[in-house]
């Protein structure tokens, strides 16, 4: 049996207020648009990873312009970064003022200020110079300066500017040294043979041959591994020192004084 519908119930002047009660159709088609609205989702803003601090945005912002590794202009900036660099208050000037961050006046641009700025292969040059007294310069602390050092990696090594030592492989480029004996004497081509031609002995024949001329050959000492201790000694407590206690006042005995007894005043 379907159940009766019912109507709406009449206000106080016996006119219908429109308001419907439970059970009837029109309460029913209001829930439902209740829950359709309580669903809806609205536009939320865009997950970057970055967190609200001021300071982590300032450290995002700064290794973004980094791995970006070109000039930018700050609208692209925020576009790209996704972090509202104008309107969060003093992140601006924060960025400005930082270390790291070189911005160009003229043409209003932003890059990261590398240890060793360059844009051509005489700038290596002049850093690889420059950092000669502390040896090598590593090949991927150029790479981050300049997209472009292989190629004028390659460029210097074949005109004996530079000399750079590569892996186990000879593909990798790893370390970049100044070549500051390219004016040295070639070494000729007899000599070189000559080199090449020796062979190392065996280790036997070696052995036999300082034998022979009266040397001592080093013999290889096996180093005892350190015994881990297992067991921490135990704190002793206050008052039970193993100390010898010198005594003192041994002349009082000569007079017939003895101080290991209590005193007893005379007459007593």
Partial sequence: ??????????????????IP?????AA????AAKRKKANEIYSQPRDTGVGMHINSQLAYLVQFIKDYNAPIRLEDLIVRSG????????LLDLFNSHDRVQHDTKLDLYSYRHDFPMKSK?????????????????????????????AAID?????????????KDGQGMRTVFENNVKDAIEVQEEFRGLWHSLN??????????????GLKRTSKTEVAPAVPQTAQKKRKKAGSSNRRVKITNTHLQEQGIDLSKDFVPPGK
């Fill in 200 to 213: 190392v002995p065996p280790e036997s024949e070696v052995a036999r041959d300082l034998d022979d001329a």
């Fill in 155 to 167: 460029e210097l090594e074949r005109e004996n500017e530079i000399v750079v030592l590569r892996g």
């Fill in 83 to 90: 972090i509202e660099l104008i309107r969060t208050p003093g």
């Fill in 1 to 18: 049996m379907p159940s009766p519908s019912v109507a709406p119930t009449p206000g106080p002047s016996g006119v219908d207020d429109g």
């Fill in 28 to 31: 029913a088609a209001q829930a």
């Fill in 122 to 150: 005489a700038e290596l040059l002049k850093h690889v110079k420059g950092y000669a007294p502390r040896g090598g310069m590593r090949v991927n602390l150029l790479k981050e300066s300049w997209s472009g050092a292989p």
């Fill in 21 to 25: 009660i439970a059970g009837s159709a």
